[in-house]
């Protein structure tokens, strides 16, 4: 167009309007039938998953079966999720002391599964306003959050049942377990549970829940990729969101 507006040469015009010549003929190839399935999928998990990023979405999709087969490299993916204008914007990180922390040379380290079991409760409302609690187990060698319970409030022989059906369900005992100084882990029914079991109980600091750091950080991953987009009206619901985040 400025050419033949102006009359100017095409390397006057691509240089005034910070051209490559060699865009006016190349052409951008076609994109193939997989790759607009591949498009369409992944702007399908964006709107489910809104704080989800690329990687997890290629992590989601490696786990159905028509793209086990298919070329699924990190490049790729994180290029339509680019194009496509999904990439979320970077929660900003807050500066971090340099060296051990508090307690860290002591800090018992997961060697194999079921070494080391996490517990932390969180809690949220519902839509009128009831209180509802989440309760966390996890194991710290897998990452693998073993169950996620939601209830109206717990008490030590709920956090037992708990421990006792994840038994039940590995068929595997936890040789520690750790959690903070909150009056249900502390009671003598789970102080006794844990010496029937073998269990030796790992309790952090008071204050400082960086010593739990597994299962504070899935906390905080829960809330942001689960809770934060949802609202709660029922029990049957808090449930549903569970058992869906942990099947994910």
């Given at each position: 167009?400025?050419q033949?507006?102006f009359?100017?040469?095409?390397r006057f015009a691509?240089?005034?309007?910070g051209?490559?010549?060699?865009a006016?003929r190349k052409?951008?190839?076609?994109?193939?039938a997989?790759?607009h399935?591949?498009?369409?999928?992944l702007?399908?998990?964006?709107s489910?998953?809104?704080?989800?990023g690329?990687?997890?979405a290629?992590?989601?999709?490696?786990?159905q079966?028509?793209?086990?087969?298919m070329?699924?490299?990190?490049?790729r993916?994180?290029r339509l999720?680019r194009?496509e204008?999904?990439?979320?914007?970077?929660k900003?990180?807050k500066?971090?002391?340099?060296g051990?922390?508090a307690g860290e040379?002591k800090?018992?380290?997961?060697?194999?599964?079921?070494?080391v079991?996490s517990?932390?409760?969180?809690?949220?409302?519902?839509?009128?306003g009831?209180h509802?609690?989440?309760?966390?187990?996890l194991?710290e060698?897998?990452?693998?959050a073993?169950?996620?319970?939601?209830?109206?409030s717990f008490?030590?022989p709920?956090?037992?049942a708990?421990?006792?059906?994840?038994i039940?369900?590995?068929?595997?005992e936890?040789?520690?377990?750790?959690?903070d100084?909150?009056p249900e882990?502390t009671?003598?029914a789970?102080?006794?549970?844990c010496a029937?079991t073998?269990?030796?109980?790992a309790?952090?600091?008071?204050?400082?829940?960086w010593?739990?750091a597994?299962i504070?950080?899935f906390?905080?991953?829960?809330r942001?990729e689960?809770l934060?987009?949802?609202?709660?009206?029922?029990?049957a619901?808090?449930?549903?969101?569970?058992?869906?985040?942990?099947?994910i």
């Amino acid at each position: 167009m400025a050419q033949e507006k102006f009359g100017a040469s095409e390397r006057f015009a691509c240089t005034v309007l910070g051209q490559n010549r060699s865009a006016l003929r190349k052409t951008k190839p076609g994109s193939s039938a997989e790759e607009h399935q591949l498009c369409a999928d992944l702007r399908s998990i964006a709107s489910k998953y809104p704080a989800w990023g690329w990687l997890k979405a290629r992590w989601h999709l490696l786990g159905q079966s028509r793209w086990q087969d298919m070329t699924l490299n990190r490049k790729r993916v994180r290029r339509l999720w680019r194009d496509e204008g999904m990439t979320c914007k970077p929660k900003r990180r807050k500066k971090r002391r340099t060296g051990p922390g508090a307690g860290e040379e002591k800090r018992l380290s997961a060697l194999y599964g079921m070494h080391v079991l996490s517990f932390d409760f969180q809690s949220d409302v519902t839509s009128c306003g009831r209180h509802v609690r989440f309760f966390f187990r996890l194991d710290e060698y897998t990452r693998k959050a073993l169950a996620i319970v939601p209830r109206r409030s717990f008490a030590t022989p709920d956090v037992v049942a708990v421990l006792e059906g994840i038994i039940a369900e590995t068929g595997i005992e936890p040789a520690n377990v750790r959690c903070d100084n909150g009056p249900e882990f502390t009671a003598e029914a789970l102080i006794s549970w844990c010496a029937t079991t073998g269990a030796k109980t790992a309790f952090i600091d008071p204050g400082s829940p960086w010593q739990n750091a597994f299962i504070e950080s899935f906390n905080a991953q829960f809330r942001r990729e689960q809770l934060a987009g949802e609202i709660i009206d029922t029990m049957a619901d808090a449930k549903y969101l569970a058992e869906e985040y942990r099947s994910i």
